[in-house]
């Protein structure tokens, strides 16, 4: 009997060897500077990247031994160093803590460090990096002690789409234990160039609901992460960031139809992250009979001047979104919570849209800031655990 | 309100920007040669690698204005052709349907093209390239008209490792509506090199029993996809590919706790492909009060040589896996299905095996051909596809 070895044979007759030991570059066996252990976001045999968890630096390593320039891009770029094996190191001045996307460029060409997992970022796969937080990120890690929720991968098909929709529903760990209880939903959106399962992979989100409900802080409830893009697949692709239709009138009813739901709006919420933040603003403030609850993490709804668009009329609060809030008074009595959350590192645009609301009547608005973080997953992360323990009550 | 704006400049600071516009480079607005489609394996915005559906031919496109040379690896190597605006590009041969790694080489660095989605193999994050099969591979396929199961991704703590261990795990669309009801279980696994989201994402295995159970060739069952390695996050990372322990010891027991499951041997099986049929001749025969269906997808046990311990003495069908087969009549009690596919590419061996164990009188045997195709995803969803029909009844 000389299976295994036909398997080994079949790889080589398949061109998978070659690759498979070229994809060991970053792998066991390579030694790691004094204080440094691989990043818990590479791929499990990956050394590279590694990072000091108490000065906050990370050592990349490329292999690339033909390349006359290796930069790597993070936070801006930065010149490799080739030692005299051909391979390429950088070590970074101390990081902000959190999820950062990187690339590698050889030669001018964007690269994805195969050291790293894929993160669906920038609308492809991306590499990315944690620096970790000590105790404090606590929340956003996987903790043995307390039950744990689900991340359901499903599919439904869209009439509007012409295409199956896949979509990542989080349910809470007492779902299955309570099969005649109902539970409020949560709609939660990516931002541009991700996908929907950056909220479940980067995002941590049933870690964060899993320590939140089993503290008490937060009602169990099911969140639902959708594509915020509405994907073709004609010859030339295309996507669309406008996704209230689909929301509106196919995601909704699939959900309330497959789980076990409250349809009411006192129990249904919308947030998003980035493009996501307007996405929310858009859908909910033009369809307040479907939601009560709204918040947007690093983005939100446009008052003002339009970016996209600078040759329209500047909208005021009185008119934006067909005059919702020019009746303080009535929103008010409606819309149960609107969220505003930024990173400090962002700028003061999110601030000012709390202002403008604020100063004009409007409340149960909550203004919520990340310290010294950016436009980045550890943003939105926080964002999420103070938005969550104030929903549904 | 400069929110948007504010996002824009972040997303500059932060060095994303670059990075991004340079990520379309296979995306759209790239024309395509007549008769070809942006391959279904691809992100959603990239026209190539592109696939005629008639002449299974593939085109691939690569950016890298000052590369020396380019290298496709795909079934064998293959150089690329620079034009006059430093893009490389490459027509294959027709290929073999089904799913198929590949690996694009610059300058002697294998780099995996971000013009695909990111499939899990050879330890690393690999693009992956599939070429259509017509209406005979509609059972791997989306399917509207049915109901759809889910795979739920669940982590759980394993003492044994010492981590958290992520499984994904299929329940058939019923589950939900019938509380009350018990299903059966088959656990199966990946590969080498692979990882347990190889068989929901590469293998299709919801379509495929979602398929299966609406045409009610399959009883519904519950399919748990664990992974086959023991991952560690030591300083120095490890993998075993001993996988019985934690099978046995934690993760059954945490199913039949977490899923309604029947607990008894008639109704849990085991299957796995490559090195994870291997470990399914392990955990299974070893643990005949556990099981009662097993099967090997291009992958099964050893009797005779052992490829890894060339040293050591060969075993026959007598003395392998404790002499479990030796008493024929006493196996064929016990157990219910011994599966044993291949893919007529890939050699002799599983045919050795089954006519040896058929020779020495084992029943309940059955031996499966992938005709024309090799160690791949299509010989795996087709092994599937005969296999689990045959379960619990």
Chains 1, 2 share one sequence.
Do not use: C
């Not at 295994?4 to 390579?30: C, R």
């Not at 460090?113 to 990120?137: K, L, Q, V």
């Not at 599919?155 to 929709?165: C, F, K, M, P, V």
């Not at 409007?362 to 203004?367: D, F, K, P, R, S």
């Amino acid at each position: 009997m000389k299976k295994i070895s036909f398997i080994l044979i079949a790889l080589m007759v398949h061109g998978m060897l070659p690759a498979q030991f070229a994809g060991i570059q970053n792998n066991q066996e390579q030694p790691l500077p004094a204080g440094f252990k691989p990043a818990s976001t590479n791929t499990f045999l990956s050394q590279y990247p590694a990072v000091n968890p108490d000065t906050r630096q990370a050592t990349f390593r490329v292999v690339a031994p033909y390349a006359q320039n290796v930069t790597l891009q993070l936070g801006g770029k930065h010149a490799m160093t080739k030692d005299d094996k051909g391979v390429w190191w950088y070590t970074t001045d101390p990081l902000v803590v959190g999820f950062h996307y990187y690339a590698v460029m050889i030669d001018s060409v964007p690269v994805m460090d195969r050291g790293s997992e894929a993160y669906f970022g920038s609308n492809w796969e991306s590499a990315g990096i944690e620096i970790p937080e000590g105790a404090e990120g606590d929340y956003y890690r996987f903790n043995k002690d307390i039950a744990h929720g689900e991340i359901r991968s499903l599919y439904h098909w869209s009439d509007i789409n012409g295409l199956e929709r896949h979509i990542n529903v989080y349910v809470p760990a007492e779902y299955e234990k309570n099969p005649k209880k109902k539970y409020p939903v949560l709609y939660l959106v990516h931002g541009w160039g991700e996908d929907e399962n950056g909220w479940s992979v980067q995002g941590h989100v049933a870690n964060i609901m899993d320590g939140l409900i089993a503290a008490g802080k937060s009602v169990p409830m099911i969140i639902v992460m959708p594509s915020g893009d509405i994907k073709t697949n004609s010859d030339v692709r295309k996507a669309s960031g406008d996704i209230t239709d689909i929301l509106i009138k196919d995601l909704v009813p699939y959900i309330d139809k497959t789980f076990r739901t409250y349809t009411d709006r006192d129990h249904r919420a919308m947030a998003g992250l980035s493009r996501g933040g307007a996405q929310t603003w858009n859908a909910v403030l033009n369809n307040m009979d479907k939601f009560a609850w709204m918040g947007g993490f690093s983005g939100s709804g446009r008052i003002g001047k339009n970016p996209f668009n600078p040759s329209a009329s500047p909208t005021t609060v009185e008119t934006a979104y067909n005059g919702v809030f020019k009746d303080a008074a009535a929103f008010n009595k409606k819309m149960k919570l609107l969220f505003i959350s930024i990173g400090t590192a962002e700028g003061p645009g999110a601030k000012e849209t709390y202002e403008l609301l604020k100063n004009h009547g409007i409340n149960n608005l909550v203004y919520h800031e990340s310290q010294g973080t950016a436009h980045e997953w550890l943003t939105w992360r926080r964002a999420l655990n103070d938005f969550a323990p104030r929903l549904f009550k």
